[in-house]
């Protein structure tokens, strides 16, 4: 009980917060697209050529990073949310 009452004193005292899984999980793959496909990057998606605009760093919605963490722009100029799976190197 008392360590109960404890942490939640804790955590509710504005002090540093850890971060829990899912924002782990979050920077983990952020980090990794960043590393494979920077900003500007010529790109494939599903044989449909595309540039890589952005990195997507949505916490919550129908598409949250973790899922489809790159924003590319097809060349028909339509903006879509990838994921990893779905993107190749553009020749």
Known sequence: MALRLAYQ???NSGG???PD???LMRKKTL???ARLFKVGTRV???HTPATVIAYNISEFGRWVATSHPVMAKLE???IV???LNDLA???
Do not use: H, Q, V
Request: charge should be positive.
């Open 9 to 11: 004193s804790n955590g």
């Open 16 to 18: 540093r917060r850890y």
């Open 21 to 23: 899984g899912p924002s």
């Open 31 to 33: 980090r990794l697209t």
């Open 44 to 46: 494939l998606i599903d």
């Open 76 to 78: 028909s100029g339509e």
């Open 81 to 83: 949310y990838c994921r």
């Open 89 to 91: 190197f553009a020749p």
